[in-house]
C-alpha cells in the first residue's frame, strides 16, 4: 500500500526524537531505514556497536533500541502520526527488530494523548549521576510510574531498604569483577571520552557525565572513570537512603528485551515530567549470578531488566547523539 509520503524533514526529526534515547554506555545499538513507499520506519540493531563481554546476548542492546523505539512513537503521536508497530516481523532477519508505518491520526483527536503527553520530556530526560536529596519519591508518584510500566507490559516495583541495600552490594560485586577482568576495562574504555574527546564525542559517555565520586553513601552505577584521573572531577557525600525500583518482565527473550525498553523509557520521560532525577544500573545484570539475586526473593517476580534510581536533585547533562545522517538511510523505489 502506498501511503501519502512523508517529507524528509518530518522523518529526520522523528528519529532525532528517537535517538535520544538511553542505551548501554551510550553506545545508540541503533540504524533506522525509511521506506519511503510504503511510509515505514525500520528499526535495526547496529551490531558493530555490540558490547560481547559485557552484552553477550544483545539483551541490554535490545533494551536500549526498544526505548530509542518508544521515543519514536511519542514523536509520532506529537506530529499528529499513528504508528503501528510490528515487533520482530521477520523471523530470518534478526537484526530487524521492529517495522513503524506512519499514517495519520484522527482528525479530531490524538491517536494516544498519553503519549503525546510524554513528549517535552524527551529533550529533558538525562541521567544523574549526582547526589539526590534523602526525600522519598511520594506515593502517588510510584503509582504513575507502576502504571507507565505495566502499559508497556512489564512490571515497576520499589525495592524496600534492605533490598535496595542488597542491590548495592551486588553493583560492588560486578565493579570488582570488571576491575579485575581486562576485556572488561577495555570494552569500558572503548565508550568513556576523556580530556578534548569528550567534547567533540558523538557517542559513549564523557568524563563531564561520569559524575563526582562518593565520600560517602552509595549508588547503584560503575565508576566510568576506573583507574583512569579525571581532573576536575571532585568527590561528594551520596544520599544514604537509596530510591531504587527495578524493572522487570515475565519472560526473557527478544521481545521481551524490547518491551522492556518501551517500559524504561515510558517510565523516564513520566518520572521527568514528575520533577524527578533519574539514573540507571545494569550493573548487576550483566552476569547471570548476579542477576538472579537482584529479584526480591519476597514479592519480585519475572525477570529484572534495568535497576533504575530515583529521586530529587540535579538533572544530569545531555550527553552526545550521532547526527541523523549517520542513523538514517532513506529507501525509495527504483524508477523502471
Known sequence: ??????????????????????????????????????????????????????????????????????????????????????????????????????????????PDAGLARLHPAIRRRHTSRHPFTERAVPEPVRQT?????????????????????????????????????????AELERWTRLGPEADTAVDGVPEYAFGPRRSGGRAPWRDFAGRRPVAG??????????????????GDRPADWLAAGQALERVLLAATLEGLATSLSSHPLESPDLRRLTRD????????????RLGYGPEGPATPRRPVRDVLTVVRPVDG
Do not use: K, Y
Open 145 to 185: 510510574l507502576r502504571e507507565a510500566a505495566a502499559q508497556e507490559g512489564a512490571e515497576l516495583s520499589f525495592a524496600g531498604e534492605w533490598h535496595a541495600e542488597f542491590v548495592l552490594d551486588l553493583v560492588r560485586d560486578a565493579e570488582s569483577r570488571d576491575l579485575a577482568d581486562p576485556s572488561g576495562r
Open 297 to 308: 526473593p519476597r514479592s519480585g517476580s519475572g525477570q529484572v531488566q534495568m535497576v533504575l
Open 1 to 110: 500500500m502506498v501511503t501519502q509520503g512523508l517529507d524528509a524533514g518530518t522523518v529526520a526529526s522523528l528519529v532525532e526524537d528517537a535517538t535520544a534515547a538511553p542505551s548501554m554506555h551510550n553506545a545508540q545499538p541503533w540504524a533506522f531505514r525509511h521506506v519511503t513507499a510504503e511510509d515505514v520506519l525500520e528499526l535495526r540493531a547496529d551490531l558493530t556497536r555490540a558490547m560481547p563481554r559485557t552484552d553477550p546476548d544483545h539483551r541490554a542492546l535490545h533494551i536500549g533500541c526498544g526505548a530509542a523505539l518508544f521515543n519514536l512513537r511519542v514523536a509520532a503521536v506529537h506530529g499528529g502520526l499513528a504508528p503501528e508497530v510490528r515487533l520482530l516481523p521477520d523471523p530470518g532477519d534478526d537484526r530487524l527488530l521492529a517495522v513503524v508505518r506512519l499514517v495519520p491520526g484522527p482528525a479530531d483527536r490524538t
Open 233 to 250: 572531577q571532585g568527590t561528594v557525600p551520596f544520599e544514604h537512603t537509596q530510591h531504587l525500583a527495578l524493572l522487570s518482565t515475565r
